[in-house]
């Protein structure tokens, strides 16, 4: 399934890819301005029907040094595996659905999100998922692998060979707290741009 995936910066916007219906998707830039991001965010309100779910990204360079000066973008499906549409979205918030959103990592590297665990796409193989992007100051935005959970009966050992994407694998262990929320959290190892 082909669903346009991008991040916008400011004025300047990540590339995206191709969408099924619109070629030149470009979501807009955090609504409240990159600087005055949250380290954590709550995409699912109360009433989303779903099992909640709380994770934490932990932003690491290669020598264990905190990363903060990124943009993380996050979006999943909904608990039947629907984007579902908000009324009146344009652009690739027409297939990120109306759960998504924008964090900047605190001064330790975390972002904290507050959701609900996403469902598979319908009569897909794929495992649920959560798609992350990440954008540093000036340069493109670029996914890594996407949160995946151990638990699920879609995750092959094929599809966990193939996290070959950047920030490290993404495939996490989900266990419930005593409030019944899951809880999960992953270390996303980046080389900085510029960097050695």
């Known amino acids: ?9 400011t004025t300047r916007s990540a590339g995206a890819q191709n969408s099924p219906d619109d070629a030149a998707c470009q979501p807009p830039a955090p609504p409240q301005g990159d600087r005055t991001l949250p380290s ?7 009433t989303e029907r779903g099992e909640p779910l709380e994770f934490t990204l932990h932003f690491r360079a290669p020598q264990g040094r ?4 990124l943009v993380v973008y996050v979006y999943h499906t909904d608990a039947s595996g629907q984007y579902r549409r908000a009324q009146g979205a344009t652009g690739c ?7 998504h959103g924008w964090a900047r990592p605190d001064s330790t590297g975390r972002v904290l999100v507050r959701s609900i665990r996403p469902g598979p796409y319908p009569g897909s193989s794929e495992p649920a998922h959560v798609h992350i992007v990440v954008q540093f100051p000036g340069q493109q935005g ?14 092959t050992p094929a599809i966990r060979a193939a996290q070959t994407m950047a920030g490290g694998p993404g495939v996490v262990r989900a266990t419930k707290d005593p409030r019944g929320v899951w809880q999960a959290a992953r270390v996303v190892t980046l080389q900085p741009p510029g960097t050695r």
């Open 1 to 9: 399934i082909l669903i346009c995936m991008a991040l916008g910066w």
């Open 40 to 46: 954590s965010l709550t995409l699912a309100s109360s």
């Open 66 to 69: 905190p990363l903060q000066n």
């Open 93 to 99: 918030f027409r297939f990120h659905g109306v759960l």
């Open 142 to 155: 670029f996914y890594i692998n996407d949160l995946l959970f151990d638990d699920d009966p879609r995750l």
